[in-house]
Every structure is written in C-alpha cells, then in structure tokens.
C-alpha cells in the first residue's frame, strides 16, 4: 500500500526475467486500478503473454500458476473464477498473505460484502498471532466486518491492528469507515490527521483517505474545507487513477447535493474520465464517467458513453440471464413456497428434501412423466416437481468457453492439457480445476455431473434451471390469491441456478459474472439514471435508480463509495415530488445513521411536505444538534459579526 507497489514489481521482473509473481502481481496491480482493460491494455496483454510462456516452458510452480490462471480469469472479465482460483490456492497455503491481499482486492471488485469479511476470517485461525502479515489479516477482516455492518468487530480488529503496526494504511482506511458509518467524524478527522505522516506517501490509498477526510468535513458542514480538501487533493492532476477519478467526481455530486456549486471543476475532470472509456473494467467505473460527462454538459460523449456501454454488454458471453440470481431473492421464501412447496430446498440454510429427488432411472437423460430431465444418479421417492428441472443446456445465450480457453489451463503445460466443456451432461473431475474452495464437497449423488467451484460453499452445487413465476411479491412477500392457488398458469422465465453455495442479492454473489453483464443489468440503469437527475428529469432518475436499489453492491466498491446514488435517489424523489417514496428511504438513512445532520434536515423538509408537523420539527431539531449544529458553531468562530457563509443559508432556521 505504501510507496509504488506496482513500478518496485516492474522493476524486480526487470532485474530477474523469470520473475513470475513479480510480473503477475504487476499484472494485478494494473487490472485493480479500475481503468485498465486486461484484454487490450497493452503492459497486461504484454504480461499474460510472458506469464503464460513461463508456464508453458515448465518455470513455473503450483502457487505461481495459481496466480497467472486468476490473472487471466480477471483481466478476461471472470472475476468471480479469479476469486475462486484464488482460494483454492489458498486451501493449500493459508500463509500465503500476498494471495489473500489479492483475493481481498477482488472481492471488493465485486462488492462482496461477506467475502471481504470471511476471505481474510477463513485464514486466520491457522494463523499464530505473532506471524509476520497477521496484523495485515487484522485490517482486512476489519474492513469486511464493516462493509457487513459489524462496526463493533471492526474497531476492535483495526486498532489492533494499528495499535500493534501502525504503518498499516488499509487497517486505518477500515477504522476510518467505522467512525464515518457511526458519524463519529471527530474522531475520524483526528485519526486521519494525527496518523498522516505516513499514509500521504501511501499512493493506492492517499487520495482516497483525502476523499473519506472531504466526506466527513462535509458531514460536519465544513464546506469551504471540504472544497479546499477536493482542490489540493483530487483536483485534476491528483486524480490520475480511475478510483480516484471516481471519489473527485463522487465528491464534487455530494456538495451539489447540498447545493454547493462546483463551477468550472466538472470540465477539468472531463479529458480524465475519457481515458477510462470504452474500457469497461468496473461498472462502479462507468457510472461515474456517465456522472462527469452529465455535470460537466458534455451530451455527445455522455450518449457516446452510454451507447458503449450497451454494445459492451452485448458483446458479452454472459450477456442471456443464463447465470443469474438464486430464486429466492426477487419473491422472497414465503411467496416461493405458496408457488411450489419444492422450492424451499433452495434456501442457502436447507438440504435438498427427498420429496424433491428423482426417482432412480435405467436411462438418466429420458425425459420424467412431467417431461422435464431428471438429475442423474438421484434417488429418491418423488418426481421433481414441475418447477424444477435439471439445465443439460444453458438457458440462454452461447456455449461456455472450454478449459482450453479458461485460465484453468494454466495449470497444467501446453502438451498435457485438454479440452472440457464445462456442461452438465460432460464429465468434469478435480483434475480439470485447481480445488474446490473451501466448504465445497463433491457430492455422491452426482456421479458426472459438474461441481461449480462456489467459495464458502456448505452444500453440494449443482446447477439447475428453475422456471420462476414472473410476478411480484406483494408488500409482505406472499403471492397474489389468484397466483397461490394456480401457480402453473404464471407466465416464466428461465434462471439459472446453484444448490447451496453463496446467496445474494440480485444476480447472486456465487455467479462468475462477467461485469460487461452487470453493466447491462446494472450499471447501465444506474449511469441513466444518474445522468437523467443532472439534467433535470427526477421522475427518469427514480424510474432507473430505484429498481437498481437492491443490487447496487454487485457493481463493486465499497458501501460508503455507492452511497452517492442512494443519495441521489433520496433527491431526485423529494425532486420529483414523490413525498411518500422520499420519506421511506430517509427514515431508512435516519435508522442507519441517526446522528446525519444533513439526513435530518431533508428528512424534516419532507416531514413538513407531508404535513407531519411534529416529527418534521423533531428531526430539525436532530439536524440542529448532530452535524448542522456543528456547522453553525464554526461558521459564528469563522464570521464573528454574524454573517452567515452563502453555502449555509440553505440551513437558516427562525
């Protein structure tokens, strides 16, 4: 984290030209800094093809193949089979600290919350605490414990980590966003402050602890600083990354939401942002390049942007829903059961029920009474029910790419690999992946058919198509009367999925996603939506931003970086006038920060909106005392004559 981790790589493969780790982790370090495309930059396209020549030629051991196979599943877009080579390596050497620092970075990729949290968690009990790279572990678990909201764990394993090694930027990056979350932002400020003389030369991390410090100042009403925090620290020439171009543009939005204006600062972050586009690495990425072309008034490029965007998500193998989400998530268990009994083995906590197996059959792949495909090899007493079949196709879009093209063939040299189709009606053993992550198992009954590697996987995985009925819940998650009683009239639609293995929200943390994919289902909504706000049409950015909600983590980075368009939707609903909708999603913000000044004081406006006189002043009075109060206090220090600055006056009460 500290000095140029990238360039001392380059300069260690320089010195040694068969280097493989120096040259793989140079590799990663590119592909991690959000504006590089693996595919066509040229330094990792050079990279993969020395890396994979060392393979080839014998020069390689385990561990390093292990890291050139995840280098090529990441930068070829399969993120979620980089984190899953990664932990097979791991499942081998839980002491190797460089892969779960990799790892760690990949997930964060993803906007895996859990996975943040248990990649480091899973190691650290083979670990002994006075181990070289254990306090490492330390910031990294607490950093996943706060993305999972565990501040508590999170303080206590980040200050223990810097309590004991006090160079650690990415411990103190964790604690930072504890005291941010919990609105702790004195003490996040004087941490920052009184620990700077050694994260300024952190150069992965500088800028965006500069960014966290902006936000904090912000909360506290101090805009001015703020403004001269962005100028000195994310002001063009210092945002030269892509996740630095993203906290200056990040920033810069959160003062215009608080009606701060930002003048000529837009256009100078436009010839950054431009060097990003058509990459299309990380769709956190691309909707912040959609934020600065829309602020900054640059309407041909924003449609140029959002038209590649689209193309870049068609062009993509995982384009067709054909690894989706578990089935769970958009209906919810109680409306799935009233569907069909049979779905409820599905949750991530409950075994496959024997009135959900097939009874045995002398010909596996004959279609069953209902016509649908039994699983080989399952015994049982009952026919699947007619809501669940085994996929021997892929539901939608191309055939998988076979193992000579994956990044699994990096594990064997060129002379002894072989070509495997990753498809259910094919053999597929161990031999033709590194290992199964930790808490996956073959299962017995699956004689031939494929295992998907699935980290932190507690049950057998097997994928299945599911026809889920295409309707919505109602408010408590049942189903329409009509819809319970005849669920078979629904209209369907294919998804998908895996038994066990890890859940989530909308397309599922276990699927190796290609982000082209969540750019079309995601990403793509969102830079709409937020473009559409700049412009003035708060109707088309709650149409967009609000059905994305529920899925934002998918599209990488950490909660507080994704906030700004939660906020944004907060806006853009009390724009609108949709006062009911405004008044849900900020009492939801009051809940989970109840010390948000700013929070408070839209939430009081919206109070008052809605003629609820009572807790609107309630809330004003919160606003007055937790961050607002603040603000006052210092701007009467700042301006003894009572002159109030123009970026307050917003704030002005009777």
Same mark, same amino acid.
């Given at each position: 984290?500290?000095?140029?981790?990238?360039?001392?790589?380059?300069?260690?493969?320089?010195?040694?030209?068969?280097?493989?780790?120096?040259? !793989?982790?140079?590799?990663?370090?590119?592909?991690?800094?959000?504006?590089? #495309?693996?595919?066509?930059?040229?330094?990792?396209?050079?990279?993969?093809?020395?890396?994979?020549?060392?393979?080839?030629?014998?020069?390689? /051991?385990?561990?390093?193949?292990?890291?050139?196979? %995840?280098?090529?599943?990441?930068?070829?877009?399969?993120?979620?089979?980089?984190?899953?080579?990664?932990?097979?390596?791991?499942?081998?050497?839980?002491?190797? *600290?460089?892969?779960?620092?990799?790892?760690?970075?990949?997930?964060?990729?993803?906007?895996?919350?859990?996975?943040?949290?248990?990649?480091?968690?899973?190691?650290?009990?083979?670990?002994?605490?006075?181990?070289?790279?254990?306090?490492?572990?330390?910031?990294?678990?607490?950093?996943?414990?706060?993305?999972?909201?565990?501040?508590?764990?999170?303080?206590?394993?980040?200050?223990? %980590?810097?309590?004991?090694?006090?160079?650690?930027?990415?411990?103190?990056?964790?604690?930072?966003?504890?005291?941010?979350?919990?609105?702790?932002?004195?003490?996040?400020?004087?941490?920052?402050?009184?620990?700077?003389?050694?994260?300024?030369?952190?150069?992965?991390? /500088?800028?965006?602890?500069?960014?966290?410090?902006?936000?904090?100042?912000?909360?506290?009403?101090?805009?001015?600083?703020?403004?001269?925090?962005?100028?000195?620290?994310?002001?063009?020439?210092?945002?030269?990354?892509?996740? #630095?171009?993203?906290?200056?543009?990040?920033?810069?939005?959160?003062?215009?939401?608080?009606?701060?204006?930002?003048?000529?600062?837009?256009?100078?972050?436009?010839?950054?942002?431009?060097?990003?586009?058509?990459?299309?690495?990380?769709?956190?990425?691309?909707?912040?390049?959609?934020?600065?072309?829309? !602020?900054?008034?640059?309407?041909?490029?924003?449609?140029?942007?959002?038209?590649?965007?689209?193309?870049?998500?068609?062009?993509?193998?995982?384009?067709?829903?054909?690894?989706? @989400?578990?089935?769970?998530?958009?209906?919810?268990?109680?409306?799935?059961?009233?569907?069909?009994?049979?779905?409820?083995?599905?949750? $991530?906590?409950?075994?496959?029920?024997?009135? !959900?197996?097939?009874?045995?059959?002398?010909?596996?792949?004959?279609?069953?009474?209902?016509?649908?495909?039994?699983?080989?090899? $399952?015994?049982?007493?009952?026919?699947?029910?007619? %809501?669940?079949? *085994?996929?021997?196709?892929?539901?939608?879009?191309?055939?998988?790419? @076979?193992?000579?093209?994956?990044?699994?063939?990096?594990?064997?040299?060129?002379?002894?690999?072989? @070509?495997?189709?990753?498809?259910? /009606?094919?053999?597929?053993?161990?031999?033709?992946?590194?290992?199964?992550?930790?808490?996956?198992?073959?299962?017995?009954?699956?004689?031939?058919?494929?295992?998907?590697?699935?980290?932190?996987? &507690?049950?057998?995985?097997?994928?299945?198509?599911?026809?889920?009925?295409?309707?919505? !819940?109602?408010?408590?998650?049942?189903?329409?009367?009509?819809?319970? #009683?005849?669920?078979?009239?629904?209209?369907?639609?294919?998804?998908?999925v895996s038994i066990g293995g890890v859940g989530g929200l909308g397309l599922g943390s276990h699927s190796l996603v290609d982000p082209r994919y969540v750019a079309a289902s995601v990403g793509l909504a969102v830079a709409e939506g937020m473009a559409a706000y700049r412009t003035g049409r708060s109707?088309?950015?709650?149409?967009?931003?609000?059905?994305?909600?529920?899925?934002?983590?998918?599209?990488?980075?950490?909660?507080?970086?994704?906030?700004?368009?939660?906020?944004?939707?907060?806006?853009?609903?009390?724009?609108?006038?949709?006062?009911?909708?405004?008044?849900?999603?900020?009492?939801?913000? %009051?809940? /989970?920060?109840? #010390?948000?000044?700013?929070?408070?004081?839209?939430? @009081?406006?919206?109070?008052?909106? &809605?003629?609820?006189?009572?807790?609107?002043?309630?809330?004003?009075?919160?606003?007055?005392?937790?961050?607002?109060?603040?603000?006052?206090?210092?701007?009467?220090?700042?301006?003894?004559?009572?002159?109030?600055?123009?970026?307050?006056?917003?704030?002005?009460?009777?």
């Amino acid at each position: 984290m500290t000095g140029d981790p990238a360039g001392k790589c380059a300069v260690a493969a320089s010195m040694e030209p068969g280097f493989a780790m120096a040259m !793989a982790l140079e590799a990663f370090f590119i592909v991690m800094s959000g504006g590089a #495309n693996g595919r066509t930059d040229e330094r990792v396209v050079s990279l993969r093809r020395r890396l994979q020549y060392l393979v080839d030629s014998h020069h390689c /051991n385990f561990r390093e193949r292990s890291f050139v196979a %995840a280098l090529h599943a990441w930068s070829d877009g399969r993120i979620r089979e980089a984190a899953a080579i990664l932990e097979g390596w791991l499942l081998e050497q839980p002491h190797d *600290v460089l892969a779960v620092r990799v790892l760690h970075d990949t997930y964060y990729f993803l906007g895996d919350a859990e996975q943040l949290r248990d990649s480091p968690g899973r190691v650290m009990g083979g670990w002994d605490a006075q181990r070289p790279g254990y306090l490492k572990l330390c910031g990294m678990f607490a950093f996943g414990a706060q993305e999972c909201r565990q501040f508590a764990l999170a303080e206590e394993q980040g200050m223990r %980590a810097l309590s004991e090694e006090m160079e650690d930027p990415w411990a103190l990056h964790a604690v930072v966003h504890v005291y941010e979350s919990l609105g702790r932002r004195y003490e996040g400020q004087r941490l920052l402050r009184t620990s700077r003389w050694f994260w300024d030369s952190a150069t992965l991390l /500088n800028v965006h602890l500069h960014w966290h410090w902006g936000l904090m100042q912000l909360g506290d009403g101090q805009f001015e600083r703020a403004m001269g925090r962005y100028d000195e620290w994310l002001r063009e020439d210092s945002a030269t990354e892509a996740l #630095n171009v993203c906290d200056a543009a990040s920033l810069l939005w959160r003062m215009e939401l608080l009606g701060i204006d930002a003048f000529d600062r837009w256009a100078e972050l436009v010839p950054l942002v431009r060097r990003f586009m058509g990459q299309h690495v990380m769709p956190y990425v691309d909707v912040h390049i959609a934020m600065v072309l829309a !602020a900054a008034g640059e309407e041909s490029l924003l449609a140029d942007h959002l038209a590649s965007m689209r193309s870049a998500a068609l062009r993509s193998p995982l384009f067709e829903p054909a690894m989706s @989400s578990t089935v769970t998530a958009p209906l919810g268990p109680e409306a799935m059961r009233q569907a069909d009994p049979a779905w409820g083995f599905l949750h $991530r906590e409950e075994a496959l029920p024997e009135s !959900a197996r097939a009874e045995p059959s002398e010909a596996p792949d004959a279609p069953s009474e209902s016509g649908l495909q039994r699983p080989r090899g $399952r015994e049982g007493t009952g026919p699947l029910s007619p %809501a669940v079949r *085994v996929a021997d196709e892929h539901v939608a879009g191309p055939d998988p790419p @076979s193992l000579r093209d994956s990044p699994f063939s990096a594990f064997a040299p060129a002379s002894e690999r072989r @070509s495997v189709v990753l498809r259910s /009606n094919e053999e597929f053993s161990l031999a033709d992946a590194p290992a199964l992550p930790l808490g996956s198992e073959m299962d017995p009954d699956a004689q031939d058919r494929p295992i998907i590697p699935v980290p932190m996987s &507690t049950l057998p995985v097997l994928p299945l198509e599911v026809r889920v009925p295409d309707f919505g !819940a109602v408010d408590d998650g049942t189903l329409p009367e009509d819809a319970a #009683n005849d669920p078979g009239s629904l209209p369907t639609r294919p998804e998908l999925v895996s038994i066990g293995g890890v859940g989530g929200l909308g397309l599922g943390s276990h699927s190796l996603v290609d982000p082209r994919y969540v750019a079309a289902s995601v990403g793509l909504a969102v830079a709409e939506g937020m473009a559409a706000y700049r412009t003035g049409r708060s109707d088309e950015a709650v149409s967009r931003l609000l059905p994305a909600r529920s899925s934002l983590s998918i599209m990488g980075g950490s909660r507080a970086q994704r906030d700004v368009f939660s906020l944004t939707l907060e806006a853009a609903a009390t724009q609108s006038r949709r006062m009911l909708l405004a008044r849900a999603l900020l009492r939801e913000r %009051a809940t /989970n920060a109840p #010390n948000d000044g700013h929070a408070m004081y839209h939430l @009081s406006s919206v109070l008052f909106a &809605t003629g609820d006189y009572r807790q609107a002043a309630q809330s004003r009075d919160r606003a007055l005392r937790f961050g607002l109060g603040q603000a006052r206090h210092m701007a009467r220090q700042a301006h003894p004559e009572g002159a109030m600055p123009k970026n307050l006056e917003p704030f002005r009460t009777g």
